[in-house]
Structure formats: structure tokens, C-alpha cells
């Protein structure tokens, strides 16, 4: 079974500078999508970032980027300039077929 | 992407009465699916709402306690029947978009007193 390993459970960050957030994954397939999903105190979930693992190409949407290791299973999230909107629970996610499963989450807190 | 809502947003429940959550997309999907989060936890997939058959369940969840209907591609309700306070959590809808993504509904926030 496909697992999803988030190590930190909680992170903090100045407003304006750098985090990464961290997330490995085990599997044994070779064609699989990986996600960050962001759930603020509303608890919406939202989608952040998508990856797909036939792609060499880290994905990167405006200031959230990811290094995507796949010999390593490794999927971290970069988040650059944090802003206090970006304070939130962060949840990685491995999806192959239909199935998607969530690591344990990251709660980031964003210091003015 | 899709939009989703949900009702009821959250509700009060005694023990051993039943909730019926309904969820409603805004365009025809293929696949929707419910979790469940417990307090402080993550997401666990309940189910997969399959449209004019019976839901798949995850393991450790069985229809009788989680019953499922899903009548067309828009709509699918939930329902957690004799409920107990370890029945407390927020219950999410879920589609899956032809690109393979997932986007979720704001969540139904369960207390069973």
C-alpha cells in the first residue's frame, strides 16, 4: 500500500522569506500524480500544486514551487515571499488510479 | 475545476439518530468520492460514490454505518447512521477532474452528543 510520510508537524516562517515543507512517499508504481493541498482554520480544502511523476520538470505556480525527487520519493513544497495568508495546515498526497492518500499534514505559521 | 457545495455545513447530532449530508457540483463528473477527518487528523477516504451502482468502501468502512447514493453526476448524499460521539468529525466531498485533479467541498462539521 502506498503511504505518505510528512515529518514535520509543525513549521514557522517570517512573512516575506522562504520554507520548505517536506514530504516523502513509497511506492512501487511508476505512474502516479503528486499534490499539496492547503486547509486554512476555514477547513477548505485547497488545491496548491500538482505534479505528475512522468515529468522531470518540477511544477511551479506563482510562489509555490516544488522539488520533485523521484528516485527518492521525495516531494517537497516551496513556498517563497510567505505572506500571512499562507499560514495554514499543508497536507501532501499521492494518487495513482483513483485512490488518493494524504500524509499527516504540516501546520505552517507565518510571523509578521 | 469544479465547485462544490455541501449541506448541511455542520450540525449537532444525538446519539443514535442518523445525518444525511448532501453534496452538489457544478458540472457532470465522473468521479466524487467521501472522506472523512477526525479532530487533528488527516483525511481517510470512506468511499467511492459510483453513479447507478453501489459506492466501493474502504476498509473499515462498511454501508450499513455509511450508506451512500449517488443518483446522477452532479449529486451524491452521505449518510452516518446511528451515530456515535466517535462519529465526530468533518465529512468531505471530493470530485475528480478529467486532469486527474481533486477538489474538495468546504466540509460538513459533525458533533454527536
Known amino acids: 500500500a502506498q503511504t505518505v510520510t510528512q515529518s514535520q508537524p509543525e513549521m514557522s516562517v517570517q512573512e516575506a522569506e522562504t520554507v520548505t515543507l517536506s514530504c516523502t512517499y513509497d511506492t512501487s508504481e511508476s505512474d502516479y500524480y503528486l499534490f499539496w493541498y492547503k486547509q486554512p482554520p476555514s477547513r477548505q480544502m485547497i488545491l496548491v500544486i500538482r505534479?505528475?511523476?512522468?515529468?522531470?520538470q518540477n511544477a511551479t505556480e506563482n510562489r509555490f514551487s516544488v522539488n520533485f525527487q523521484k528516485a527518492a520519493k521525495s516531494f517537497s513544497l516551496k513556498i517563497s515571499d510567505s505572506q500571512l495568508g499562507d499560514a495554514a495546515m499543508y497536507f501532501c498526497?499521492?494518487?495513482?488510479?483513483?485512490?488518493?492518500?494524504f500524509g499527516e499534514g504540516t501546520q505552517l505559521t507565518v510571523n509578521p | 475545476s469544479a465547485v462544490i457545495s455541501q449541506k448541511p455545513s455542520r450540525d449537532i447530532c444525538q446519539r443514535g439518530t442518523s445525518l444525511t449530508i448532501q453534496c452538489q457540483v457544478d458540472?457532470?463528473?465522473?468521479?466524487m468520492f467521501w472522506y472523512r477527518q477526525q479532530p487533528g487528523q488527516s483525511l481517510t477516504l470512506i468511499a467511492t460514490?459510483?453513479?447507478?451502482?453501489?459506492?466501493?468502501?474502504e476498509s473499515g468502512f462498511v454501508i450499513d454505518k455509511f450508506p451512500i447514493s449517488r443518483p446522477n453526476l452532479t449529486f451524491s448524499t452521505l449518510t452516518v447512521s446511528n451515530m456515535s460521539p466517535e462519529d465526530s468529525s468533518i465529512y468531505l466531498c471530493?470530485?475528480?477532474?478529467?486532469?486527474?485533479?481533486?477538489?474538495f467541498g468546504p466540509g460538513t462539521r459533525l458533533t454527536v452528543t
Open positions: 505534479q505528475e511523476a512522468y515529468k522531470q
Open positions: 460514490a459510483n453513479q447507478g451502482s453501489e459506492a466501493t468502501y
Open positions: 498526497a499521492y494518487r495513482s488510479g483513483s485512490r488518493l492518500t
Open positions: 458540472s457532470q463528473v465522473t468521479m
Open positions: 471530493s470530485v475528480a477532474t478529467a486532469l486527474y485533479e481533486q477538489y
